[in-house]
């Protein structure tokens, strides 16, 4: 029996607590609009809109991961043979890395509930974007499978 084939990372970016009572609370309000009209109405109206806003926050989170000889950052896809090198960033280097270094040509797919991210070189000489800047949580990790990757 062959071993399921796993990828070798995989993260969602999931927003924090948060994010989640943001999505909530909007639904809320919506139902909260609702009160004057019908109770009855409003309690429907707001929980269906409750409901609506955490499956949205849901499906509208990006996954990073390495499948399939790729690097995946949201719906957007590169080769790893046409990467160089990867660096993890957090604290002041993110900071600089996305305020006065930032290259208005590179990718970058952030989430602001995350406070980490990973920079990876791009060596595709067709490409004019220089680089990618892609949130993590683990990007420790993020940057070994990459380079376990390209040396398979």
């Known amino acids: 029996m062959l071993a399921p084939v796993t990828a070798p990372f995989h993260e969602r970016l999931w927003p924090g607590p948060a994010g989640w009572l943001v999505a909530a609370g909007l639904g809320a309000l919506v139902g909260l609009v609702l009160f004057p009209v019908s109770i009855a109405l409003a309690w429907g109206v707001g929980a269906v809109a409750v409901v609506l806003g955490l499956v949205a926050a849901a499906a509208l989170t990006p996954q990073v991961a390495i499948a399939g ?28 890395a996305l305020g006065p270094e930032l290259d208005a040509r590179a990718f970058v797919c952030l989430r602001g509930w995350v406070h980490s991210a990973v920079r990876v070189e791009l060596c595709d000489p067709q490409d004019p974007t220089p680089y990618w800047i892609v949130s993590t949580r683990r990007p420790g990790e993020l940057v070994a499978a990459l380079a376990e990757v390209r040396q398979a």
Request: hydrophobic share 40%; aromatic share 0%; proline share 7%.
């Open 69 to 96: 000889g790729e690097l995946r950052a949201g719906s957007a896809h590169i080769p790893v043979d046409l990467l160089g090198e990867a660096t993890p960033l957090s604290g002041d280097a993110l900071r600089s």
